[in-house]
Structure formats: structure tokens, C-alpha cells
């Protein structure tokens, strides 16, 4: 028989909520250095000849670097965020199976990864604060869809440059959150850490809802 791996229910739950503080610190921390590495890097391109001379120098790929550094982090960061919960998610349905003794298993259940996490602990689990109808389920679920859209799609909220950006239904959502749509194709650009403190503020959020009812309808034994 194998040997399942078993969470504690309080320090899962705290675990999970330090790593997001901590990459929320990372963003807050790296967004300024690399601010100032910009800041230093036109400081001095204007002290001397620009373009053509110094490519010789390799002073466009230094641009390069400069300019898209900041939405290349935080846009992995994001990416990131959702991994942890993904795996917070794995670690409640994992609870409830231990702490419920119901005779259906994770496994069991169709579906992949959060889905299936998700999907026991609503189902099996009867944990009713997965309610995708209401906050902050909803915000978690556009998240989600923007998350899947950097992943799938390289961050491209289109595919044919006749659409609309605005007819997009992340478009209003990245807007209230200072997300940057570049091109024709609008390219998801994280420069500003406002959409990860969203995020991440609506995973704790649920999190706590979560943990608070499980410890209600599975106390420890």
C-alpha cells in the first residue's frame, strides 16, 4: 500500500501565505533595483553617442535587457503564484481525504492538477466556500484566466490583429490593474506590481475561508 503524504491543516495554510508574502517582497524589492538600473543605464547613454556607435559595445542589448527585464520577472512571478496555489489546493483536498475516511480518493476524480483539487474538495469534501458565483472566487478566476493566457499563448490576449482588444474579456480587468497591452495583439506586460498584490491578496483570501471551514467540518482528531 502506498504511503500518502499528510498536511497539517494550520501550517499549510500559514506556509502558504508566507511564500506569497515573500513574492510580493521579491516584486516590490527587484521592481525598484531594476528601476534604478534603468535610470543608471540612460543616465549614461546620454552622457555619450547612442545608436549606431555603441552597438559595437553591446550597448543595445544592455537596452534590450534594461527595458524588458521588469515585465519579464513579473510576469513569471505571477506564473509562479499560481503554482503555490495549486499546491496549497493539492494539500487541503489531501486533508480532507485523510480527515473525512471517504471511500472516494483524489484519484479517483477526473481532470488534472487544480481542477481536481478543487473539484474534491467542493464535491467530496462538501466544502461549501468554493463558490465561483462570488468574490473572491471570481477575481481568482481571472486570474486564472490571465495566468493561462501568458502560459498557453506567450501573453498574447489575441490571435488576429482585426480583433478588438477591448472586446477581450480580460481587457477591462488588466486595465483596473495597470497591466500593459502592447501591440495590436496586446501583449501582457506585468511593469507594476498592482495585479500581483491582487492576486495575491484574493488567494489569502481564500485560503483562510477555506482552512477556516475545514477545520469546522474535519476537526483534527
Not at 474579456?169 to 500593459?180: D, H, T
Request: proline share 2%.
Amino acid at each position: 500500500m502506498t504511503n500518502k503524504i499528510s498536511f497539517d491543516l494550520q501550517l499549510s495554510n500559514s506556509i502558504f501565505k508566507a511564500n506569497l508574502d515573500s513574492l510580493l517582497k521579491i516584486s516590490q524589492d527587484n521592481i525598484t533595483l531594476i528601476r534604478n538600473k534603468f535610470e543608471d543605464y540612460i543616465s549614461r547613454s546620454t552622457k555619450g553617442p547612442l545608436l549606431p556607435e555603441n552597438q559595437k559595445n553591446n550597448d543595445f542589448s544592455e537596452f534590450t535587457h534594461v527595458s524588458n527585464i521588469d515585465w519579464i520577472l513579473l510576469n513569471s512571478i505571477y506564473v509562479g503564484i499560481y503554482s503555490h496555489f495549486e499546491r496549497h489546493m493539492f494539500a487541503l483536498a489531501r486533508i480532507i481525504e485523510e480527515r473525512s475516511k471517504s471511500e472516494i480518493q483524489i484519484n479517483d476524480l477526473t481532470g488534472k492538477g487544480i481542477n481536481r483539487f478543487l473539484q474534491y474538495i467542493r464535491k467530496v469534501g462538501k466544502i461549501r466556500s468554493i463558490d465561483p458565483s462570488s468574490n473572491p472566487w471570481q477575481e481568482v478566476l481571472i486570474h486564472q484566466k490571465v495566468r493561462n493566457i501568458i502560459v498557453h499563448t506567450g501573453g498574447l490576449l489575441l490571435n488576429d490583429s482585426t480583433q478588438k482588444l477591448e472586446n477581450h474579456e480580460c481587457f477591462k480587468f488588466l486595465i483596473k490593474n495597470n497591466v500593459i497591452m502592447a501591440g495590436n495583439l496586446g501583449h501582457i506586460r506585468i511593469k507594476k506590481i498592482d495585479i500581483i498584490r491582487s492576486f495575491i491578496n484574493s488567494l489569502a483570501d481564500v485560503s483562510d475561508r477555506l482552512c477556516n471551514e475545514i477545520r469546522e467540518k474535519y476537526p483534527e482528531k
